[in-house]
């Protein structure tokens, strides 16, 4: 069974970093591609990094590019999500899912995990 758990979030204030991590278990192939996803109250669900299975292409969001930054470590089965100088509009609840290829969008996931709160607040 494919299980994905995220830790990581919390509160911080604006300006500040947080890292999540998204340890990944039970896949019977040969890794999958990784995607981070948020949603907030009210708004639709967003999706923000992903990095594919092997040759470490990556995806950001406009939202947060050159403040994110997503790596994996396959011997370690776990992907993280560094980020940097946090705004109140990046609190929501993050989700990490697991698909055959790296795409912005949330369809092609099959596995997801059960999300981790980032709040960001003075």
């Known amino acids: 069974e494919v299980q994905l758990v995220e830790s990581g979030g919390g509160v911080v204030q604006p300006g500040g970093s947080l890292r999540l991590s998204c340890a990944a278990s039970g896949f019977t192939r040969d890794g999958y591609a990784i995607g981070w996803f948020r949603q907030s109250a009210g708004k639709e669900r967003e999706g923000v990094s992903c990095?594919?299975?092997?040759?470490?292409?990556?995806y950001y969001a406009d939202s947060v590019k050159g403040r994110v930054t997503i790596s994996r470590d396959n011997r370690a089965n776990t992907v993280s999500l560094q980020m940097n100088s946090l705004k109140a509009d990046d609190t929501a609840v993050y989700y990490c899912?697991?698909?055959?290829?790296?795409?912005?969008?949330?369809?092609?996931?099959?596995?997801w995990g059960q999300g981790t709160q980032v709040t960001v607040s003075s």
């Open positions: 990095i594919s299975r092997s040759d470490g292409a990556t």
């Open positions: 899912a697991a698909g055959e290829f790296y795409d912005r969008n949330a369809e092609e996931y099959t596995y």
